[in-house]
Nanobody, 117 residues
Framework: QVQLVESGGGLAQPGGALRLSCTAS????????MSWARQSPGKGLEWVSN????????HYADSVKGRFTISRDNAKNTLYLQMNSLKPDDTALYFC??????????WGQGTQVTVSS
């Protein structure tokens, strides 16, 4: 079955950290660029980051640059998002997606991240 499954969300305090994972199955993960996006009430869908298929290039939204790090382990078919220095504005449902943002063709179900004291 072709799917993406996110995990690792939860509650974090401002200034804290979380690491999200996205496990892919049913397709050749290593040949696809991958993206993270998020959606929060009233803000709509926001692109967060993407990474090339071999992990050599990464890009970030200005809102997360310097705090979030995208990475991947093609041997484990897994995409990661390390989130540090979390802010309340980072509260959202986080999705991973196959392809660069704007050209995605497969999405996971999302994992909720809540940043609150």
């Amino acid at each position: 079955q072709v799917q993406l499954v996110e995990s690792g969300g939860g509650l974090a305090q401002p200034g804290g950290a979380l690491r999200l994972s996205c496990t892919a199955s049913g397709f050749t993960f290593s040949i696809y660029a991958m993206s993270w996006a998020r959606q929060s009430p009233g803000k709509g869908l926001e692109w967060v980051s993407n990474i090339y298929s071999d992990g050599t290039n990464t890009h970030y939204a200005d809102s997360v640059k310097g705090r979030f790090t995208i990475s991947r382990d093609n041997a484990k078919n897994t995409l990661y998002l390390q989130m540090n220095s979390l802010k309340p504005d980072d509260t959202a449902l986080y999705f991973c997606a196959r392809g660069p943002f704007g050209q995605t063709d497969l999405w996971g179900q999302g994992t909720q991240v809540t940043v609150s004291s």
